[in-house]
């Protein structure tokens, strides 16, 4: 009885999870990351879509942390897909370019040392 509750608890938050990935999908092909030119948009913008795609990521709390991607991980239990596609979006905001620069590096070691290569924000470190 205990492996049935704990297999069907499991796979209802492997589906939050999924389902969080795929609200980052849609807000970032809002926002224009999914096109072949480069996005321009305001961390606002980002906010707004946020909101409007009811995303239980609370950006304002996120940023305030000084682990943002720490945060998202432990607390949002985000998957690594939905962590790039999230700092994806960030790193075409307007946020401060030393503040997402960090974020970067956070996520990359992070990403790197669990053996999940991201081509996508490798390109953005080296840009």
Avoid at 20 to 46: F, N, T
Avoid at 51 to 66: G, H, M, R, S
């Amino acid at each position: 009885m205990y492996y049935l509750l704990s297999n069907s608890m499991e796979d209802f938050i492997l589906r939050e999870i999924d389902r969080l990935g795929e609200m980052l999908l849609i807000i970032a092909r809002k926002l224009g990351l999914q096109e072949d030119v480069m996005p321009d948009y305001s961390l606002l913008d980002v906010k707004d879509e946020f909101d409007k795609a009811v995303c239980p990521i609370n950006l304002d709390a996120l940023l305030e942390q000084e682990n943002p991607v720490w945060y998202l991980v432990e607390t949002e239990k985000i998957s690594d897909h939905s962590l790039e596609t999230f700092i994806e979006i960030l790193f075409h905001s307007d946020l401060d370019e030393d503040r997402k620069a960090a974020i970067l590096h956070d996520a990359l070691a992070y990403l790197d040392g669990k053996g999940f290569f991201s081509f996508k924000l490798h390109a953005l470190s080296n840009s």
